[in-house]
């Protein structure tokens, strides 16, 4: 078994690989205490994080693609590029904070950070 938490050893890039359903999504260090999407939300929208072995990245709401393209797990973090829709690329970082063999938590830094909570798919 895999177990993870912050500051020990490096993630090993295979450890990250497979389809990740959200859980659980919240905004960590928002004023308001509630700001967390619903159980239910999560289920109607059935969003989900799918990390490649070849280093692709989608992550998809509703169906529908919102985001995709390469990561690399560098220490305990991802880092992405994202691939915008005019051709250009955006850089940011997902920071580990928890990884088992079947649960993720990770997390942004921005001012509208969010916390993610995600369960590896069977």
Not at 3 to 14: D, H
Not at 62 to 68: A, D, M, N, P, Q
Request: proline letters at 3%; aromatic letters at 8%.
């Amino acid at each position: 078994m895999l177990a993870f938490t912050a500051c020990k050893t490096a993630i090993k890039p295979e450890a990250v690989v497979g389809k990740w359903d959200y859980v659980k999504v919240s905004n960590p260090y928002s004023r308001n205490p509630d700001d967390t999407v619903s159980t239910r939300t999560l289920a109607e929208k059935a969003p989900y994080i799918n990390l490649s072995s070849n280093g692709g990245l989608s992550i998809v709401s509703e169906g529908k693609i919102l985001s995709h393209g390469k990561y690399r797990v560098e220490g305990n973090n991802i880092e992405v590029t994202e691939q915008l829709a005019d051709g250009k690329t955006s850089n940011f970082t997902f920071y580990i904070t928890k990884l088992t063999d079947n649960e993720i938590t990770f997390e942004t830094k921005e001012d509208d950070a969010v916390r993610v909570t995600a369960k590896k798919a069977k």
